[in-house]
């Protein structure tokens, strides 16, 4: 079974501090994503990766970065985090295209900023 | 811009019968179809992919259409039970990419 898993499932932060989110996927996927779902606005693509080192932006990438050093691992990044940034984060997998079209999700981080 | 429509009102139905959720897409020519079942605090789970030359698709109690003309695609779950109780996902591909557009998800409550 494909396993993603997240480093937090609750996460309190500050205003202004700088928050990593990690997600780490057991199946050897080239393309992870991180998203944030918000109730009525679904779920948005911030970030994702085709490869290590590799990042494009997705739909809402502003106030965050991202980071692949590893294949497993990918990371999301709040520089400052500010209070529009609380929501649920999740993180997906996938193979490479045209092996699969599914993503796998992690159970998500639910991030309050305060 | 690109649009997906999913009923945001909960749909509640009684144990038994048939659901029916509906996708409906705009500004759009996926390549393929997929939805997905969240729980309360958990992540997405994948059920079901449709491609775009594809007209139905079946897994157990699970059954997708797919209509590019209408640009829409139904899900049913026949015999439905309490335990399909949750939120299910509509999720469009391009194709060659995984890069996906999500709905906003649909409730469905399954009552005794």
């Known amino acids: 079974d494909v396993k993603v898993t997240q480093s937090s499932r609750y996460l309190v932060k500050r205003t202004g501090e700088k928050v990593f989110l990690e997600c780490v996927q057991d199946m050897d996927h080239e393309n992870m994503f991180w998203y944030r779902q918000d109730p009525g606005l679904g779920l948005r693509l911030i970030y994702f990766s085709y490869d290590v080192k590799m990042k494009e932006k997705g739909d809402i990438p502003e106030g965050y970065s991202v980071s692949r050093e590893k294949k497993e691992r990918f990371s999301l990044i709040l520089e400052s985090a500010s209070t529009n940034q609380t929501s649920m984060y999740l993180c997906?997998?996938?193979?490479?295209?045209?092996?699969?079209?599914?993503?796998?999700f992690g159970p998500g981080t639910r991030l309050t900023v305060l | 811009s690109q649009k997906i429509e999913q009923n945001s009102e909960a749909l509640n139905i009684q144990e038994g019968k048939t659901a029916t959720l509906t996708c409906n897409y705009t500004?759009?020519?996926?390549?393929?179809l997929q939805w997905y079942r969240q729980d309360p605090g958990r992540g997405p789970v994948f059920l079901l992919l449709?491609?775009?030359?594809?007209k139905e698709k079946r897994k157990e109690r699970l059954k997708v259409t797919f209509d590019t003309t209408l640009k829409q695609s139904l899900f049913h779950i026949t015999a439905s039970q309490p335990a399909d109780s949750a939120t299910y996902l509509c999720a469009l591909g391009p194709g060659g990419g995984n890069k996906l557009t999500f709905g906003t998800g649909t409730q469905l409550k399954v009552e005794l």
């Open positions: 997906a997998s996938s193979p490479p295209a045209g092996l699969t079209d599914t993503q796998y």
């Open positions: 449709i491609r775009e030359n594809e």
């Open positions: 500004n759009y020519s996926p390549a393929y």
